[in-house]
């Protein structure tokens, strides 16, 4: 069974770069065919595709985010990772890694894919 796990600080101040980690157990992240993914929920809004890292290293950023975050991937670890650069109280959200098959943006109910609990960050001073 594939299972995620998101990992990283539950608090950012402003203006600083938040990393998260999301260590992946039960698949490859360069074998087994998934589109390892970060999705976010800001407070009171729907779901937001973030970006995603194919098995062979493609990576994938939403356009309105694309300047300010980056997808990197440790093999040896079998994680994956996302950084947000200069943060702002707008990025408060709970932030999921996922296994998706697909690079979907809008539908994320398929039950083929994985997906991690979430964590909760808050941007804040």
């Known amino acids: 069974q594939v299972q995620l796990q998101e990992s990283g600080p539950d608090l950012v101040k402003p203006s600083q770069t938040l990393s998260l980690t999301c260590t992946v157990s039960?698949?490859?992240?360069?074998?087994?065919?998934?589109?390892y993914t970060w999705i976010r929920r800001p407070p009171g809004k729907g779901l937001e595709w973030m970006g995603a890292i194919a098995i062979d290293g493609s990576i994938y950023y939403r356009p309105s985010l694309q300047r300010d975050i980056v997808i990197s991937r440790d093999t040896a670890k079998n994680q994956f990772s996302l950084h947000v650069r200069s943060v702002t109280p707008e990025d408060t959200a709970v932030y999921y890694c996922a296994a998706r098959k697909s690079l979907d943006d809008r539908d994320f109910d398929d039950e083929d894919d994985y997906w991690g609990q979430g964590t909760q960050v808050t941007i804040a001073s």
């Open positions: 039960g698949a490859s992240i360069t074998k087994d065919y998934y589109y």
